[in-house]
């Protein structure tokens, strides 16, 4: 199997559109925090898993039917959030934690002990 056949059969194809939501990242001493914007997701529909050093973030968005109304017009339909990252060794997986609110996601990933950044001189005295 060629490379181009190989990437075609890791492929993935999906009916819906798939969004790739933004998100910022901020470090401190004791962790970093992802901030992700999911508007529209609820609790229910997220999905996140870390392997290894691999974050993934998943949630599925339904169009919103508002009972007693016709929809004219959306700008915003049916999707599927994705979204995923590769982590640093400094990141104690155990201890993450994850908390929805407003439609933005906050993951706060705690760093493992003695992953201080450290400084380290140059030169040595010659």
């Known amino acids: 199997m060629n490379p181009t056949q190989a990437l075609q059969k890791m492929e ?3 009916a819906k559109r798939v969004f790739s939501p933004p998100t910022d990242i901020y470090e401190t001493d004791e962790a970093i ?3 992700t914007d999911l508007p529209g ?3 229910a529909a997220l999905d ?11 949630a599925a968005l339904e169009p919103r ?3 007693g109304y016709n929809l ?12 995923s990252f590769v982590l640093p060794d400094k990141v104690d997986g155990e ?3 994850a908390a929805l609110s407003n439609g933005v996601l906050e993951l706060t990933l705690p760093k493992k002990e003695g992953a201080a950044a450290r ?6 005295g010659k």
Not at 48 to 58: K, S, V
Not at 72 to 83: A, C, M, Q, T, W
């Open 12 to 14: 993935t194809q999906s």
């Open 33 to 35: 925090v992802l901030r």
């Open 41 to 43: 997701v609820e609790e």
């Open 48 to 58: 996140i898993t870390l392997e290894a050093n691999r974050l993934e973030i998943y």
């Open 65 to 67: 039917e508002v009972q």
């Open 72 to 83: 004219s017009h959306y700008e915003y339909g049916g999707g599927d959030y994705e979204r």
């Open 95 to 97: 201890k993450v934690d």
């Open 119 to 124: 400084r380290i001189p140059v030169g040595g």
